[in-house]
């Protein structure tokens, strides 16, 4: 509903929404207590919540509340009703999936716990019983991803969250199980999102299903959505994109439940809105695509322009819609055309038309007069209109301003008013609009019929839903009659239902007194009906609004109580509907549902030469036509062509009528669509809008008719397990029904509250929050008793702890105070014996002192005696020192003058001969030669000098700061010596100053020099010990500048290393970086390469299989031939890429199969002229057929007949040289090719990208090669045939009399030849000749070419030898050449060299054909062996033949012993018996027999040893059929027993064995390392098969794919059940209502899939692999393959899920993980890689857990979860449920929290896991220790034809 008030009747119609109404229900004193939570009315808000202060007490008048912010109220209680307020449900319901499962159900219980769901939850689906509600969240939401989709494929309605997906998929399965055409009937007002919600539901068909067809239905399907909204859509007020129309679609389903076409019904189109729009709205989108494209050249002739410059697109002043480009989606409508297949052309015309119509907007029209109007001729517009639709512009100028009024005998032509004429014009136009739209959807419907016959159907109905305006008219009053028709019809099946479902239980049924809207309904379509009176008033001449009015005021006003006239018009009328009132505006109803045009107008139109404009008028004639028709039958014949015209409200009446016939033929499904707000905020609940809604949809009506019977609904087994805690252990019995009826009985006094079923028990409104009270107040009950226990064991263990504690506190004090008093009388000894050891210390120290003063006199006095004495001696000494001082001078004196004498006189007769010296080297110096000899090698001492004295600077330098170091010690030395001598001064002065004391002085002064010399001594010996210590340490210094340098260069050299250490380290790093990414390119790449190769392989398939049937429906199958479906006729999805022939008589024969086309040049070409070979041959027979006709015809002509067979046979021959010519060039061509691709693919390491197309182009090329064989074949026939002709021609001559012409080809046969003709050459002897020559001429050619060969190959010997000569003589020349030059010991040694070096050159070449010798005798013995064992048979044979009578002789029997026969790991058989040996080996073999009970890997062994034998006779076409067969058997056994893990497993373990004997025995020394030295004398010799390696690869990985697909097939139902559903911990987690959408997994114990029976399938699994003997390493990825699957789907299924998202059920997951996990221990695969695949399950089942309050543990959880998405974490928090009162729920602010802590992380955005993944498979190289020649062939495998060798 849009835009009225309904604060004044929101409680008209909610009597039944009120809580207990007295003690029928409950006693109110039980449930309306203190505490007790109730809804109050409330005029903003509809609702409010409200607790009980105090208890109710019946009698009461008042309640009083206080609400959420604290105000009390007082609620009125009526006393005559007694209505109390509803009870709200207890948290724990709130946020239910089903709202049928709140044990209150009444209106603010739904609108609260949708409001929780959509506003805090986040989630726009809820399901109300059977309906889906839909609340638009005006926002982009990523649940509609193909994931989700699949998520929901087969899935059971109530087992997943509500979603659209949901309903289609349980309308899917409904059709596919019952055989019943389905429905999904979507409704809702404008902007509700019903259209998106019907194109959800149409996507999931479409993805769901695949097209039958050859062209893509679902794309057709999904594209017609574009068109209708371009041509359907408008902007409204209230919405931008409003359908103006309905639509019903039915989507076709053949037998394999694919889409095969569809079909769309329309509804009242809004045809009004062409011509008016109100303010703030828009015409259709259409008009303003085409104005925003009118730039494009193709739309230049339109001469539009912008959508202002319109008429019918300028009048709601709202041209452009806010994020809406409509140029662009001009684009998309375009596309959408094109893809139905609705050509260019054709768009365009409809483009035209559109065009015309808002040219026609604009034309003019003037007023003359009152009655009178005209349009001006040369108007613009109307010359633009005529023009675009070809009519003549004179005649509409004139009929759009005339009208005719026809009479029984003439005719008038009338002129209109302006008003009229606007009107006419405007009904044109909408009349053109409608006729233009129903052609368009006639055009989809044709485009998407399908001629596949149609099983079924599910109809997808996007219908308006009930509108009420300020002014409401003939659309609104369409629009609500036909919501009350689907109202009544749904209201009747929610009735049925619940009929059903009670006598299904076996309950009591009593009728529900349900809301009945039949009286409106027929006051609207009843006979005298508001329909009726409209239909009757439009067919009066003179009728009108108002007189219309009169008739329904008469009329119905009081006989029904629906109809009422308002008081204050009368022109409008009131209707009661069953959502509200509405008041419909009478003006303009007539007129709509008329609908009528000028007829002259229409005329007009149907004279143009506009090609769609005619079609859609002749529509109009062909449907006026039928209606006089069906009327003529019914008796109406009479009546005029006028009249048998439907009024618009009769159509709409019988489609309607059509539609529910329709939808009651169908089971229905319901969406309601609700429109939260009409501001268009995201996930913002307009409380008042949302209550209108729910009420105009039907949902509280379903809510009440629920709620008047048994709302909540439990099993036996679901009861039992919530409520247990109700019961006593005594009351537990073992019938489990039993026990429920008596607590029921014990709980619930009165038994009308519930019912007991069959399989459920039924509950009144409220019964389950009155048990689920119960259960809490015994929880809590239970709660306080623990916790009363608990604290008094807390307080005694206290008590005992304080006891404890006090005890031990006086056991350490009395223990303490017995120290004290010990330490005391301790103290007291103490200090005796401290008084007399004082006192004794005193004493002995007076003693001592008095001691030492008297030892200190006597030595003062004794010392004075001998100073006394000492000075006198020094005294008299001093005389006598200075005596020898005195004559010391002067004899040194008397020294000195006599060297000055000696030192003068030897310096003057020394400078007298440097003087003459001097002279001398004058003259000397003046000589050229001196100067030479002075100048040699100057500058060399020049340099030595320069350097000599930087390194004397540098110790001068260095002796002149030792210098500076040594002056300033003597100079400080010397500063203190001045102070000493001072002080001496001052002592002389003392000295002089006190004359008594002079000798004392003297004796000190003589004692003061005597020190100060010896003084000197000692600084004259410091200081040299300081030169030596100088010296020394500049020694060190030097050292250690050496060593110094050494460090430097040492520390530089280190710094290099380091720095090429850390260059290499970076390269090292960068290159493990490039190979990690290369190994995860590689990954990525052999994952894409084998779903490729997997895809590519499914589709082969897919077309051979379609080509086969279209052979069958070709040529069908000739009588007598009974054709057998062979399991190698067609490729499978395991057919390899290597082409394969077999032999007629072999039973696994392959036909030819075609692959598939590659684009590649080459491959055309050689096509192209493969084709022209074939029309070259076609041409040759229709040639040969023709010539024998006119031989057949001309025989008696035998000249003439043998001059044009000469003259054909030489153009014949022309022919067949040009067509061998053609064949050997093209076949040149094609092994060219051939070569070249090998050569390529040899070079790259298989898989490479690209591989396959390769492989596809080298099969497409062997098949063309196979036809140009055949093209040979045909000219070997061709040249037959010549030779036939050429004896016919020459039957008389000598040659051609014994030329036999009945030969083996019988298509050359004529049995009408004359008798000459067959009795010519009887013996044949021409065409053996012929035969003949040809096989000479063959072998002559292949002999001429082996000489050639041979002689080639001995002249490219020659001539190496000849260079090895030249090689050795010119080496040799250049040896003599070297050694002439040499002397003559060099010479010998170097001869002697070069011969050694010769002679070992020799010998090596020598030792390696030695070595190559001995190979080839091993290998000629070993063949000469197996030759002389077959003589030796074949001996024995022919004397056992020829002595037969040695077999009957009575010999006596000796003991012969055998001796043991050597084999050599082979097995001999016949060629021609592959498919003998594969039929046994492969198709008819049990693999269980096989794994139990004889070797592993057994069939891969019996194969390899064939194809070994194969190798050893060196026979090439047998070693390729028994490969190409045992692919084509294995892929045979695979396609027909695919779903069978045991028999997949069995052949992935053998394809791998036989892939790995191939590649062990193949030769290659790196294959051979771990071969013993029997495997090596074994390997295959003659043959190299690493392209079959490949192609078993290939096979090897495609059986494994189809192992993995078979095992999630099995693992599929198990997971959810097991992983999520089943309680393994019994009591953790407790069950709670689920509505009526009941839960598909049953919850008995015995039936019930666990963990338990998930772990024996992986087991079985596991075992069965391993009995197979397959790979280790295959098997760990395949375990971790299962791993992955078990995470995907139960995390997939945990995120759409709200039941299963609560701290209990995380606890559940955290278990059955540890199970898993203890299972991979137990068979020690904890390193394959399963367990990571697990983490993001483990991780969620950790955010489950985590506490979830603040920051710190929002912190917590984004460290933690790092394998989940930012998606998925706040998916889970947000799906989070309590399922126990003391539980809580997660707060949107930290949800909050945690999206802006995880807002930087980069990842992928998807919510749901890809549980289709596969990771790719790698097969490592794995050898087998098994020798073949120990291997036994059982008897049972039949293989008696194969002989050990």
């Known amino acids: 509903?849009?835009?009225?008030?309904?604060?004044?009747?929101?409680?008209?119609?909610?009597?039944?929404?009120?809580?207990?109404?007295?003690?029928?229900?409950?006693?109110?004193?039980?449930?309306?207590?203190?505490?007790?939570?109730?809804?109050?009315?409330?005029?903003?808000?509809?609702?409010?919540?409200?607790?009980?202060?105090?208890?109710?007490?019946?009698?009461?008048?008042?309640?009083?509340?206080?609400?959420?912010?604290?105000?009390?109220?007082?609620?009125?209680?009526?006393?005559?009703?007694?209505?109390?307020?509803?009870?709200?449900?207890?948290?724990?319901?709130?946020?239910?999936?089903?709202?049928?499962?709140?044990?209150?159900?009444?209106?603010?219980?739904?609108?609260?716990?949708?409001?929780?769901?959509?506003?805090?939850?986040?989630?726009?689906?809820?399901?109300?019983?059977?309906?889906?509600?839909?609340?638009?969240?005006?926002?982009?939401?990523?649940?509609?991803?193909?994931?989700?989709?699949?998520?929901?494929?087969?899935?059971?309605?109530?087992?997943?969250?509500?979603?659209?997906?949901?309903?289609?998929?349980?309308?899917?399965?409904?059709?596919?199980?019952?055989?019943?055409?389905?429905?999904?009937?979507?409704?809702?007002?404008?902007?509700?999102?019903?259209?998106?919600?019907?194109?959800?539901?149409?996507?999931?068909?479409?993805?769901?299903?695949?097209?039958?067809?050859?062209?893509?239905?679902?794309?057709?399907?999904?594209?017609?959505?574009?068109?209708?909204?371009?041509?359907g859509n408008a902007k409204t007020t209230r919405n931008d994109n409003s359908s103006r129309f309905g639509k019903y679609i039915e989507i076709g389903f053949d037998k394999k439940l694919s889409i095969t076409g569809a079909n769309m019904r329309t509804y009242l189109l809004e045809k009004s809105r062409v011509v008016f729009q109100a303010y703030g709205e828009r015409n259709y989108h259409i008009f303003y695509q085409l104005c925003a494209s009118s730039h494009l050249p193709e739309f230049k002739d339109f001469k539009l322009g912008c959508a202002d410059d319109f008429n019918y697109t300028n009048q709601g002043q709202s041209r452009v819609i806010d994020g809406v480009n409509d140029a662009k989606e001009m684009f998309s409508t375009r596309k959408a055309f094109s893809l139905l297949g609705i050509s260019e052309s054709d768009q365009m015309a409809i483009y035209q038309i559109l065009a015309a119509i808002l040219h026609l907007s604009n034309v003019e029209v003037k007023d003359q007069s009152a009655d009178r109007s005209s349009i001006m001729p040369d108007n613009a517009h109307l010359l633009v209109f005529c023009d675009l639709m070809g009519v003549p512009c004179e005649e509409m100028a004139h009929w759009l301003c005339h009208r005719t009024l026809k009479t029984t005998t003439e005719t008038y032509v009338k002129t209109v008013s302006k008003k009229s004429a606007i009107n006419g014009r405007d009904a044109l136009a909408k009349h053109i609009y409608s006729r233009l739209f129903s052609r368009i959807v006639a055009g989809i419907n044709s485009a998407l019929k399908s001629t596949t016959k149609q099983r079924s159907f599910i109809g997808v109905l996007d219908i308006y839903g009930f509108e009420t305006f300020d002014i409401n008219s003939f659309e609104q009053f369409c629009i609500n009659y036909a919501n009350e028709k689907l109202q009544q019809q749904f209201n009747l099946h929610v009735f049925k239902l619940e009929q059903e479902e009670y006598m299904k239980e076996e309950i009591p049924w009593t009728l529900i007194d349900f809301y009945d809207n039949q009286p409106c309904i027929d006051l609207i379509e009843a006979k005298l009906g508001v329909l009726d009176l409209l239909d009757e008033e439009c067919r009066m001449p003179k009728g009108s609004d108002d007189t219309w009015a009169q008739k329904l005021y008469n009329t119905l006003q009081k006989q029904n109580a629906h109809f009422e006239k308002p008081r204050l018009s009368n022109r409008a009328f009131i209707i009661h509907h069953f959502a509200d009132k509405v008041e419909y505006q009478c003006e303009g109803f007539l007129e709509k549902n008329k609908d009528t045009v000028n007829e002259e107008q229409i005329n007009v139109m149907k004279k143009s030469k506009f090609d769609l404009l005619l079609k859609l008028f002749e529509d109009d004639e062909q449907a006026a036509s039928s209606a006089s028709k069906r009327s003529g039958v019914s008796g109406r014949g009479g009546q005029s062509k006028k009249d048998n015209k439907k009024t618009v409200g009769l159509q709409f009446r019988q489609s309607l009528h059509l539609l529910m016939d329709t939808l009651n033929a169908t089971t229905p499904h319901y969406v309601r669509c609700i429109k939260p707000n009409d501001d268009k905020a995201s996930f913002s609940l307009d409380p008042v809008r949302a209550v209108q809604q729910l009420r105009a949809c039907g949902i509280l009506e379903t809510v009440r008719i629920s709620a008047a019977g048994f709302p909540s609904r439990w099993t036996y087994q679901e009861f039992f397990s919530r409520y247990r805690v109700l019961m006593k252990q005594k009351d537990i019995l073992p019938d489990r029904k039993q026990t429920c009826r008596n607590l029921l009985e014990k709980l619930i006094k009165d038994q009308d509250q519930y019912q007991f079923g069959k399989n459920k028990i039924f509950f009144r409104a409220g019964q389950v929050a009155y048990l689920e009270k119960l259960r809490s107040d015994k929880l809590r009950m239970a709660c306080v008793r623990i916790q009363k226990t608990i604290r008094c064991w807390l307080a005694r263990k206290k008590y005992l702890r304080m006891r404890e504690s006090a005890i031990t506190i006086q056991k350490h004090v009395r223990g303490h105070q017995a120290r004290s008093y010990a330490k005391f009388l301790r103290k007291t000894r103490a200090a005796i014996v401290i008084q007399r050891m004082v006192r004794m210390w005193v004493t002995r120290r007076q003693y001592r002192r008095q001691r030492s003063a008297a030892i200190a006199i006597q030595c003062c006095f004794r010392a004075y005696i001998a100073r006394k004495q000492y000075f006198k001696m020094v005294y008299e000494r001093k005389a006598v020192v200075i005596q020898k001082w005195a004559r010391g001078c002067l004899a040194r004196r008397q020294y000195r003058r006599t060297v000055a004498a000696i030192i003068l006189l030897q310096s003057c007769v020394r400078r007298l001969r440097a003087k003459k010296n001097l002279k001398k080297l004058k003259v000397e110096a003046r000589s050229v030669e001196h100067f030479k000899k002075l100048n040699f090698g100057m500058e060399n001492k020049i340099m030595q000098l320069q350097h000599k004295i930087n390194e004397q600077h540098k110790e001068n330098r260095e002796l002149s700061e030792k210098l500076n170091s040594v002056e300033k010690t003597k100079a400080l030395e010397r500063e203190r010596q001045k102070r000493e001598t001072e002080n001496l001064h001052r002592s002389e002065q003392d000295a002089r100053a006190k004359a008594e004391k002079l000798p004392s002085l003297l004796e000190q002064l003589s004692f003061l020099q005597h020190e100060l010399e010896k003084t000197r001594r000692e600084k004259d010996n410091l200081e040299e010990e300081k030169k030596a210590y100088v010296e020394k340490t500049q020694q060190v210094v030097e050292v250690l500048n050496t060593k110094n340098s050494l460090l430097n260069n040492e520390k530089d050299e280190l710094n290099k290393q380091i720095l090429e250490q850390a260059q290499q380290l970076s390269g090292i790093k960068t290159d493990a970086e490039i190979t990690k990414q290369m190994e995860k390119d590689l990954a990525e790449e052999r994952s894409r390469y084998q779903s490729l190769l997997s895809e590519h392989l499914h589709l082969e398939e897919r077309h051979k299989d379609l080509r086969e049937e279209m052979d069958l429906n070709i040529n069908p199958s000739k009588p007598g031939q009974n054709r057998k479906d062979s399991i190698y006729s067609t490729s499978s999805e395991f057919s390899q890429s290597l082409g394969s022939t077999e032999g007629d008589d072999s039973p696994v024969h392959t036909e030819d199969e075609s692959q598939l086309t590659v684009d590649l040049p080459v491959l055309l070409k050689l096509q192209r002229r493969v084709t022209e070979l074939e029309q070259d041959k076609h041409s040759l027979w229709q040639q040969l057929d023709k010539r024998e006709e006119a031989q057949h015809e001309k025989a008696k002509e035998v000249e003439q007949q043998r001059t044009a067979g000469r003259a054909e046979l030489d153009l014949e021959t022309l022919k067949r040289q040009e067509l061998e010519s053609e064949n050997k060039k093209l076949k040149q061509d094609l092994n060219e090719l051939r070569k070249s691709l090998t050569d390529e693919n040899n070079e790259a390491m298989p898989p490479t990208p690209g591989s396959m197309p390769y492989n596809i182009l080298l099969d497409q090329l062997s098949s063309s090669t196979e036809e140009l064989e055949m093209r040979k074949e045909e000219v070997l026939l061709l040249r037959s045939h010549m030779v036939r002709q050429e004896a016919l021609k020459h039957k008389d001559s000598v040659l051609g009399e014994g030329v036999n012409l009945d030969l083996e080809i019988s298509s050359f046969?004529?049995?009408?030849?004359?008798?000459?003709?067959?009795?010519?050459?009887?013996?044949?002897?021409?065409?053996?000749?012929?035969?003949?020559?040809?096989?000479?001429?063959?072998?002559?050619?292949?002999?001429?070419?082996?000489?050639?060969?041979?002689?080639?190959?001995?002249?490219?010997?020659?001539?190496?030898?000849?260079?090895?000569?030249?090689?050795?003589?010119?080496?040799?020349?250049?040896?003599?050449?070297?050694?002439?030059?040499?002397?003559?010991?060099?010479?010998?040694?170097?001869?002697?060299?070069?011969?050694i070096t010769r002679l070992t050159t020799e010998n090596l070449d020598l030792l390696e054909n030695h070595e190559k010798q001995d190979k080839t005798i091993r290998k000629l013995k070993k063949q000469l062996k197996l030759y002389i064992r077959r003589v030796e048979d074949l001996e024995g044979g022919s004397q056992q033949k020829n002595n037969p009578s040695l077999a009957n002789t009575h010999i006596r029997a000796v003991n012969i012993t055998r001796k043991e026969k050597e084999y050599q790991g082979m097995l001999e058989y016949r060629e021609g018996e592959e498919g003998r040996l594969l039929k046994n080996v492969v198709v008819e073999l049990k693999p269980r027999g096989v794994a139990v009970s004889f070797l592993p890997g057994l069939p891969a062994y019996i194969i390899f040893m064939c194809l070994r034998y194969a190798d050893n006779v060196n026979d090439d076409q047998r070693i390729s059929n028994l490969l190409n067969s045992t692919i084509s058997s294995i892929k045979g056994v695979i396609k027909r027993r695919g779903d069978d893990f045991e028999v997949v497993s069995f052949w992935l373990a053998n394809t791998c064995r036989l892939m790995h004997c191939i590649k062990q025995y193949s030769g290659d020394e790196v294959c051979m390392k771990q071969n013993t030295a029997k495997q090596n004398e074994q390997c295959l010799t003659n043959f190299e098969l690493s392209e079959y390696q490949q192609v078993f690869g290939d096979l090897a990985i495609q059986i494994y794919r189809q192992l993995i697909k078979c095992m999630e097939e099995i693992l599929q139902p198990m997971i959810v059940a097991s992983m999520l559903e089943h309680e393994t911990i019994h009591g953790v987690l407790g069950s709670k209502p689920t509505g009526l959408r009941k839960k598909s997994t049953s919850t008995s114990e015995e039936g019930a899939i666990t963990v338990d029976v998930l772990l024996q399938r992986l087991s079985l699994f596991h075992t069965t692999m391993s009995q197979h003997g397959m790979d280790s390493e295959v098997m760990k990825q395949v375990v971790r393959q299962q791993f992955y699957i078990i995470c995907a789907v139960t995390l997939n299924h945990l995120l759409l899920r709200k039941d299963m998202c609560s701290w209990s059920k995380g606890l559940q997951i955290r278990y059955n993980i540890w199970q898993l996990e203890e299972w991979l221990a137990e068979r020690e695969l904890m390193d394959c890689g399963a367990k990571e695949t697990l983490e993001s399950l483990v991780q969620a089942a950790q955010l489950l857990q985590i506490k979830k309050k603040n920051e710190k543990d929002a912190n917590a959880i984004c460290e933690m979860c790092t394998a989940l998405t930012t998606a998925q974490i706040v998916k889970v928090l947000t799906l989070y449920t309590p399922v126990i009162e003391f539980e809580e729920r997660v707060s949107t602010s930290f949800i909050a929290i945690i999206r802006n802590f995880l807002r930087d992380r980069e990842e992928s955005s998807t919510l749901m896991m890809d549980a289709k993944k596969i990771f790719s498979i790698t097969l490592p190289f794995s050898p087998s220790s098994v020798a073949l020649e120990t291997i036994q062939i059982p008897v049972s495998l039949n293989l008696g034809f194969l002989k050990r060798v």
Not at 174 to 201: H, L, P
């Open 1309 to 1395: 046969q004529d049995t009408d030849r004359s008798a000459d003709i067959h009795t010519l050459n009887e013996d044949g002897e021409l065409w053996l000749a012929y035969q003949g020559l040809k096989e000479t001429n063959r072998l002559l050619e292949l002999q001429i070419q082996e000489q050639k060969r041979i002689q080639s190959d001995k002249y490219r010997k020659l001539l190496e030898e000849v260079n090895k000569l030249k090689a050795e003589k010119e080496q040799q020349q250049r040896f003599l050449a070297q050694s002439l030059l040499l002397p003559e010991d060099a010479r010998v040694e170097a001869s002697l060299k070069h011969e």
């Open 1 to 231: 509903m849009e835009g009225h008030n309904i604060s004044n009747n929101m409680l008209s119609k909610s009597d039944y929404l009120k809580g207990p109404s007295g003690p029928e229900d409950m006693a109110a004193s039980e449930l309306y207590t203190k505490y007790a939570r109730v809804w109050v009315p409330d005029a903003a808000e509809v609702w409010k919540s409200a607790e009980l202060i105090k208890d109710y007490t019946p009698g009461d008048l008042t309640l009083t509340l206080q609400l959420e912010d604290g105000t009390e109220v007082e609620h009125k209680i009526d006393p005559k009703t007694n209505n109390l307020p509803p009870l709200r449900n207890p948290n724990i319901l709130v946020g239910e999936n089903d709202l049928t499962a709140l044990s209150y159900l009444h209106e603010p219980a739904v609108l609260h716990n949708l409001k929780v769901r959509f506003i805090d939850s986040k989630l726009i689906y809820t399901y109300c019983g059977i309906v889906l509600v839909a609340i638009n969240p005006y926002e982009s939401l990523p649940i509609y991803e193909a994931d989700i989709i699949n998520a929901y494929s087969g899935q059971n309605m109530g087992d997943m969250d509500p979603h659209i997906f949901a309903v289609a998929e349980e309308a899917y399965k409904q059709m596919a199980r019952d055989e019943r055409n389905q429905s999904i009937i979507v409704s809702g007002e404008s902007g509700a999102g019903k259209t998106v919600s019907a194109k959800y539901a149409m996507r999931y068909f479409a993805t769901v299903s695949c097209s039958s067809g050859e062209t893509n239905v679902e794309e057709k399907v999904l594209a017609s959505s574009p068109i209708m909204e371009a041509l």
